[in-house]
T-cell receptor, first 113, second 113 residues
Framework: DAGVTQSPTHLIKTRGQQVTLRCSPI?????VSWYQQVLGQGPQFIFQ???????GRGNFPDRFSARQFPNYSSELNVNALLLGDSALYLC????????????FGSGTQLSVL | DQQVKQNSPSLSVQEGRISILNCDYT??????FLWYKKYPAEGPTFLIS?????DKNEDGRFTVFLNKSAKHLSLHIVPSQPGDSAVYFC????????????FGAGTRLTVKP
């Protein structure tokens, strides 16, 4: 079975641009979460979606938004990119809204120049 | 606010010996704790978890110990193998907000042959 898949794997953008990152959860998983990992730090929670509804939001500005589609895949959008948005963006899935364990994809490495 | 702390950025052990990775937390509402390991260019992989109702959980070579009074947990790997060389993240969540998992900054474990 395929794990969590994310695309693209790498991305280079310039300040002020907008970016869309994509995630497909493990088959059968209905919950998707997004995390940002800055170099030298642990992942930081951005959003969780379950059955297309936002279930949680971390401490990130409104420039960050996400959505989940009927097939449970998800997109993370970041507008007006800043240099500080350069990070590894990780998507994770779980089979239930209340699941305490999530399974991560390999991430999208975003570089903002 | 760093609610989960891994104070050792790196640890080096000899193959066959025990590896002990430590983690401290400050939020007394955390009731579920996890360890993930991460290889370069891959996403974090779930390793083992423990609920706050237990003080020990074992899975093969991996054992997690939880000391609630000290707000401290540790991961023991015995015997350590070169393939265990990776970055290990401690994570925690609270039942009232279980989708917001907080991670430590990670400890890089190197197991020398």
């Amino acid at each position: 079975d395929a794990g969590v898949t994310q695309s693209p794997t790498h991305l280079i953008k310039t300040r002020g641009q907008q970016v869309t990152l994509r995630c497909s959860p493990i088959s059968g998983h209905k919950s998707v979460s997004w995390y940002q990992q800055v170099l030298g730090q642990g992942p930081q929670f951005i959003f969780q979606y379950y059955e297309k509804e936002e279930r949680g939001r971390g401490n990130f500005p409104d420039r960050f938004s996400a959505r989940q589609f009927p097939n449970y895949s998800s997109e993370l959008n970041v507008n007006a990119l800043l240099l500080g948005d350069s990070a590894l963006y990780l998507c994770a899935s779980s089979n239930r809204d209340s699941s305490r364990v999530v399974f991560f994809g390999s991430g999208t490495q975003l570089s903002v120049l | 606010d760093q609610q989960v702390k891994q104070n050792s950025p790196s640890l080096s052990v000899q193959e066959g010996r025990i590896s002990i990775l430590n983690c401290d937390y400050t939020n007394s509402m955390f009731d579920y704790f996890l360890w993930y390991k991460k290889y370069p260019a891959e996403g974090p992989t779930f390793l083992i978890s423990i609920s706050s109702i237990k003080d020990k959980n074992e899975d093969g070579r991996f054992t997690v110990f939880l000391n609630k009074s000290a707000k401290h947990l540790s991961l023991h790997i015995v015997p350590s193998q070169p393939g265990d060389s990776a970055v290990y993240f401690c994570a925690a969540s609270a039942r009232y907000n279980n989708n917001d998992m907080r991670f430590g900054a990670g400890t890089r474990l190197t197991v020398k042959p």
